[in-house]
């Protein structure tokens, strides 16, 4: 048919038809999707844009804090009264450290001396407690006031013990009420987020990426992981006692200060057996000397919340990963005849305690924290979990393990942790006690001669006042074969001390724009003092205003000039100066060394019955002085006493003629009229009686006992007690070769 196509031309015309329309479509259809991916990936491009443009700007303050302790809390409150621009960040979940850890019963020292900020959040805590409110399971009578002034007290204007949910509520309040920013969960990148330029910190970053600047920069954690970030020097572990002229620093296995192991206890796995091995927390005998550097530092437990107010209490879990092998020497120290139960419970108000290390085995996890303060954030996390499961482990141990005595079981039963404590943590404590960590190294490192007020510091910026404190650093086989511990001290404290300002900045060479208050330059002994929670809380706020004033006189925290620092400190009714009271004791107080011959400290002497530390009564010679009497107890002078002796002994340099001579402080008619005194030399004894109530000592508080012969290997001095009135009281014999 004309202009027909037959079937072959059509079936040829159709493909190309469909051909043509598939194309197009698919054209039509890259097209499409080519647009579409255009917008998509626009539109990403400009959602990622705000993420690069924070990391090359990021977020500006003129002051930084790292550490939301109780420290951080208060500096970022004085930076915000004197109308800075602050951030303050913390590493974990929890503001306020241990404060609003568990530690509710406070280390205070001389309680006058706290002030400034810090005094306010305690004065805070008493205007709770006034509130009937507060007493959810307990009255104010339960918690009386204490000679030491701890307790509750009408007449008071502040509270020093206080359960932990409380301390995180007023802790919080502040921050509110004075507009503090802050971040949580938020951690340093301690290998490379301190972005350095000409010796100032620039910015730092966290490890989830965001990054702040900031003109100055605040350490305020227990770790000073911000200052060793920023290349800053710092010292782990004890110095060697010649390093700062101490009597008490580096290894102290010939010091007795907590000697509470009152058995003899085998140190090996199967008793007897050296090469059994050594059960948990022993390390092998001792073989440095007294006073040398090491890498040991005092052990760290939790501050734990307990009642025994069935209405609100918890029992004690067996942990997951309980390890009984913790336990062993606790069970040996038990079958060997002691029957106290090692938890140290101070009382808080509703029928808790905040609950510390106390005993041969107690909470203190002696030896496992050697490597926290350098350790990686995996590394610590390690550490603490190791430390959570021994502790829980203990207090169940305490309550249900049948090698515990049936007595101390009972008594550890009626205790488990506050069921409205640490609510979100499993009632325990989000905090563990790092009593110690790394120490700063700056141009003015405060130590014992501060402690001592043998050196004062002229750019005070607070006062510390607590006794030197240090818990067990090591427990060791002794040379007898069997369980010692050393590095442990406790010696009071003879009032306040300065605290200088250089020791909570760096050297200027190391950084300009940084404060340390809480790992601030100090040594292993004096940091036993100031380490407590008031007086960092009083340096941190020094450490803001000096920030501050740093910023707006564009100056480098090392230059910042010491008289207008401390006018400012005075306005925030800072206590900053020693009272003038005991200035004029301070040359009072002598070191061994200051003391000629061969003397015997009354801390090394040997003593039966109960003797007492004192350093109220000025002259005395290195720590204080001895009196018979327990610590606390009350004094009567007409009552009857149990005998006690205190033994002076000591190997001469040669044999030879010595006149022996006896330390005390005069306390005139508090002291005994006749304290019987016998010296032993080459030739017998000698008795005397000496009248204490007498001023005859000389200006080192020394009176002459006589003159006598004596052996080499033989020198010894005994006092007692018996048929005494008032007290006895000896600080130090002495030894003169005559020639």
Known sequence: MPGSLDYSESQNFLYQKINMILTDTIMMNLKRFYLLMTFVLASQIMAITPLFAASSQPEQYDVVIYGGTSAGITAAIQVKKMNKTVLLIEPTKYIGGLTTGGLGFTDTGRKNSISGLSREFYQRMKKHYEKPSAWTFGKPKDVPKRTNGMGYDAQSDVMWIFEPHVAMKIFQ????????????????????????KQGKIVSIAMESGKVFSGKMFIDTTYEGDLMAAAGVSYFVGRESNDKYNEHVNGVQKGQQWHKV???????????????????????????????????????????????????????????????????????????????????????????????NNNGVMSTDNIGMNYKYPDASY?????????HKIYQQGLCWTLANHPRVPKQVRKRAQQW???????????????????????????????????CYRQRIAKDSIGLGSYSLDSHVCRRYVGKKGFVESEGGFYTQAIGEYAISYRAIVPKKEECKNLFVPVCLSSSHVAYGSFRMEPAFM????????????????????????????????????????????LLSKSKQVLFLNQVKGIVVDDIDATYTGNWALGTGSYRFIHRGYHYDAKLGEKFNRDKTKENRTATFETKLPHAGRYEVRMAYPVIHKYA?????????????????????????????GFISLG????????????????????????????WLPVK
């Open 672 to 700: 005994a009229p006749a304290v019987p005194v016998t010296i032993y030399h080459a030739k017998g004894q000698k008795k005397l009686v000496i009248n204490q109530q007498l001023d005859k000592t000389d200006n080192q």
């Open 707 to 734: 003159t006598f012969s004596f052996n080499k290997d033989g020198a010894k001095v005994v006092l007692y007690n018996r048929g005494t009135k008032n007290r006895v009281v000896v600080d130090a014999i002495q």
């Open 416 to 450: 488990g942790l506050s069921k409205d404590e640490f609510v979100d943590n499993g009632h325990w404590p989000h905090q563990l006690y790092i009593r110690e960590a790394r120490r700063m190294i700056s141009d003015y490192v405060v130590n014992e001669n501060d």
């Open 261 to 355: 192991i009152h058995h003899n206890l085998d140190p090996y796995i199967t008793p007897g057996n050296p090469q059994s091995g050594l059960i948990y927390g022993l390390s092998p005998p001792v073989k440095a000397k007294d006073g040398t550097e090491d890498h040991r530092f005092q052990a760290y437990c939790y501050r734990m919340c307990l009642t025994n107010n069935p209405k609100n209490r918890v029992p004690f879990a067996k942990p997951k990963g309980y390890q009984e092998k913790y336990y062993e020497l606790l069970f040996r120290n038990f079958e060997a005849g002691d029957m106290h139960l090692p938890l140290g419970s101070m009382p808080m108000p509703n029928h808790k305690t905040d609950t």
């Open 173 to 196: 309040q502040m921050l509110e009420e004075a507009n503090v920013k802050v971040l949580t969960n938020e951690r340093l990148n301690r290998k490379t987020g301190v972005k350095m």
């Open 378 to 386: 995996a590394e610590r996390e390690k550490i603490i979990n190791q």
């Open 538 to 581: 009083m340096i941190s706020q020094s450490a803001a205003t000096a920030a501050v004033l740093a910023i707006e006189n564009q100056l480098d925290v090392q230059d910042l000039p010491y008289q207008l620092l401390r006018k400012h400190l005075l306005k925030n009714k800072q206590k900053i100066d020693i009272p003038k009271s």
